[in-house]
């Protein structure tokens, strides 16, 4: 490590002792490799944090048991199977969570490989497509050709069963090929690669990628990684993927297992709807969990942590005055806002007001879950609501110790990959640091 004014730079892996209020400064090239580089996802972590928890709290000790309540696309859990324990990632989304098992499940490679011969048989021989998205809008998202070629390759999925038979490897293997055609969609579609709304830009011109060469390209990225990962990773490890909300009952999500470490990113205020991110696979992909449609999509968003899509009347009746959190900083913060923005006040100082509350249940849920001197590695973001600036990070540190945690330890990295982090700092202005919070249960 070397050390400038203000930032540690960090080459290779994150020294396991990090001086208090520190920023390290990390230059990884883990992002993409493994199984991790599979599906895009917003506000994924770096490998490398899992990484240093797993390895500072588990001493090297094999099979222990790794949670994230907010697993996302599995960044915690491929680390956690990788390093030889068993892991549990719990979120409200059906595709992260099919990303997450995708990315940590070993597959029959011989197997793998008979399907893929045969799918790109019937890729280069198909004539006619197999599946229609529920979408009437389709041919705003794609050209006629991307949806007849991606209509082909669906139904051929789809058609896996009936040829290979139901058991649980062929499964597995369509779960891997579903998961790669997902991670051609937004590519070979109308919609701006980067951002993280889905949108067609009118200024931007997009030159969607081919369907079937994308699809193969992906498909031999896919093969190559899951077999380095089926041949290293220890096949009797558990790994349990739940579709739940970590603001409720956890009792319920975890039942008696015990959890050796914590680690995990929770969602951030107003930044991110998760859905709209998603939209355009979920057209392709979407019937699997019921969300093929935006009206089913749209039923879905009062589901996630800090979306900002509800109905007036869920706010109508919200002051911060009569509603306080009892955080040092945050009643004021929230006021502010409640004052400020003639607007969309009320709503922005509601949705931020509800985050944080949620964010407390989740605290009292994994507090009940978590042994005594078991750490949870937390990483959270400051963000901007309507203008006014959330130290989010110092507000969850407050709620997270009258909860029953001690904070150990609390750092700072640059976030040097911009994919879809959004702004969260109002117009402009990207939040360049994420922090680390060290909790350990008391
Ligand atoms: C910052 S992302 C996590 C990204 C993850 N660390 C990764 O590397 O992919 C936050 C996640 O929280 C999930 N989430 C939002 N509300 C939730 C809730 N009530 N319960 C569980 N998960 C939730 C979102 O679906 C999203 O996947």
Same mark, same amino acid.
């Given at each position: 490590?070397?050390?400038?004014?203000?930032?540690?730079?960090?080459?290779?892996?994150?020294?396991?002792?990090?001086?208090?209020?520190?920023?390290?400064?990390?230059?990884?090239?883990?992002?993409?490799?493994?199984?991790?580089?599979?599906?895009?996802?917003?506000?994924?972590?770096?490998?490398?944090?899992?990484?240093?928890?797993?390895?500072?709290?588990?001493?090297?000790?094999?099979?222990?048991?790794?949670?994230?309540?907010?697993?996302?696309?599995?960044?915690? !859990?491929?680390?956690? %199977?990788?390093?030889?324990?068993?892991?549990?990632?719990?979120?409200?989304?059906?595709?992260?969570?099919?990303?997450?098992?995708?990315?940590?499940?070993?597959?029959? &490679?011989?197997?793998?490989?008979?399907?893929?011969?045969?799918?790109?048989?019937?890729?280069?021989?198909?004539?006619?497509?197999?599946?229609?998205?529920?979408?009437?809008?389709?041919?705003?998202?794609?050209?006629?050709?991307?949806?007849?070629?991606?209509?082909?390759?669906?139904? !051929?999925?789809?058609?896996?069963?009936?040829?290979?038979?139901?058991?649980?490897?062929?499964?597995?293997?369509?779960?891997? @090929?579903?998961?790669?055609?997902?991670?051609?969609?937004?590519?070979?579609?109308?919609?701006?690669?980067?951002?993280?709304?889905?949108?067609?830009?009118?200024?931007?011109?997009?030159?969607?990628?081919?369907?079937?060469?994308?699809?193969?390209?992906?498909?031999?990225?896919?093969?190559?990684?899951?077999?380095?990962?089926?041949?290293?990773?220890?096949?009797?490890?558990?790994?349990?993927?739940? @579709?739940?909300?970590?603001?409720?009952?956890?009792?319920?999500?975890?039942?008696?297992?015990?959890?050796?470490?914590?680690?995990?990113?929770?969602?951030?205020?107003?930044?991110?709807?998760?859905?709209?991110?998603? &939209?355009?696979? !979920?057209?392709?992909?979407?019937?699997?969990?019921? &969300?093929?449609?935006?009206?089913?999509?749209?039923?879905?968003?009062?589901?996630?942590?800090?979306?900002?899509?509800?109905?007036?009347?869920?706010?109508?009746?919200?002051?911060?005055?009569?509603?306080?959190?009892?955080?040092?900083?945050?009643?004021?913060?929230?006021?502010?806002?409640?004052?400020?923005?003639?607007?969309?006040?009320?709503?922005?100082?509601? %949705?931020?007001?509800?985050?944080?509350?949620?964010?407390?249940?989740?605290?009292?849920?994994?507090?009940?879950?978590?042994?005594?001197?078991?750490?949870? %590695?937390?990483?959270?973001?400051?963000?901007?609501?309507?203008?006014?600036?959330?130290?989010?990070?110092?507000?969850?540190?407050?709620?997270?110790?009258?909860?029953?945690?001690?904070?150990?330890?609390?750092?700072?990295?640059?976030?040097?990959?911009?994919? &879809?982090?959004?702004?969260?700092?109002?117009?402009?202005?990207?939040?360049?640091?994420?922090?680390?919070?060290?909790?350990?249960?008391?």
């Amino acid at each position: 490590m070397s050390k400038s004014l203000h930032c540690t730079f960090v080459k290779g892996a994150i020294p396991a002792e990090i001086e208090r209020e520190s920023i390290l400064n990390i230059s990884t090239r883990n992002v993409t490799t493994q199984t991790h580089g599979f599906h895009k996802y917003p506000a994924k972590f770096i490998p490398d944090i899992p990484r240093w928890a797993i390895e500072k709290y588990l001493n090297g000790e094999k099979g222990q048991t790794i949670l994230d309540p907010f697993c996302g696309s599995g960044t915690t !859990l491929v680390e956690g %199977v990788l390093a030889g324990h068993n892991v549990i990632g719990i979120d409200v989304d059906p595709l992260s969570l099919w990303i997450s098992k995708v990315k940590t499940t070993r597959l029959d &490679m011989a197997h793998l490989v008979g399907i893929s011969a045969w799918l790109i048989k019937g890729i280069k021989t198909g004539t006619k497509g197999g599946f229609k998205p529920e979408c009437e809008t389709v041919g705003h998202w794609f050209s006629a050709d991307a949806i007849a070629k991606l209509s082909i390759l669906r139904g !051929l999925i789809n058609e896996i069963p009936d040829k290979f038979g139901t058991n649980r490897k062929t499964k597995d293997i369509q779960d891997l @090929l579903m998961i790669c055609f997902s991670s051609i969609i937004r590519r070979v579609s109308n919609a701006d690669n980067e951002s993280q709304k889905t949108y067609v830009s009118h200024t931007k011109t997009k030159q969607p990628e081919q369907v079937n060469g994308l699809f193969l390209s992906q498909l031999e990225m896919f093969t190559r990684r899951i077999a380095h990962f089926s041949a290293s990773v220890n096949p009797k490890l558990r790994k349990k993927y739940v @579709l739940s909300s970590s603001a409720a009952s956890l009792e319920k999500s975890l039942g008696r297992e015990k959890i050796d470490l914590a680690i995990t990113s929770p969602p951030y205020i107003k930044a991110i709807d998760y859905i709209y991110n998603q &939209m355009v696979e !979920l057209f392709w992909v979407g019937d699997w969990f019921e &969300m093929q449609t935006q009206e089913k999509q749209n039923s879905q968003k009062g589901k996630y942590i800090g979306n900002k899509s509800m109905g007036k009347s869920e706010f109508a009746d919200y002051t911060p005055y009569e509603n306080p959190l009892g955080i040092d900083g945050l009643d004021e913060k929230l006021q502010q806002v409640f004052d400020t923005d003639q607007k969309n006040g009320h709503r922005h100082s509601y %949705v931020a007001f509800k985050c944080f509350s949620d964010m407390e249940k989740h605290f009292y849920q994994i507090k009940k879950c978590l042994q005594k001197e078991t750490h949870y %590695v937390v990483v959270v973001g400051d963000s901007s609501v309507s203008g006014v600036y959330f130290e989010t990070a110092d507000f969850i540190m407050q709620i997270a110790q009258r909860n029953g945690f001690t904070n150990i330890n609390q750092w700072g990295y640059k976030i040097k990959n911009r994919y &879809m982090r959004f702004d969260r700092k109002g117009r402009g202005g990207i939040i360049k640091i994420d922090r680390v919070l060290d909790f350990e249960k008391k």
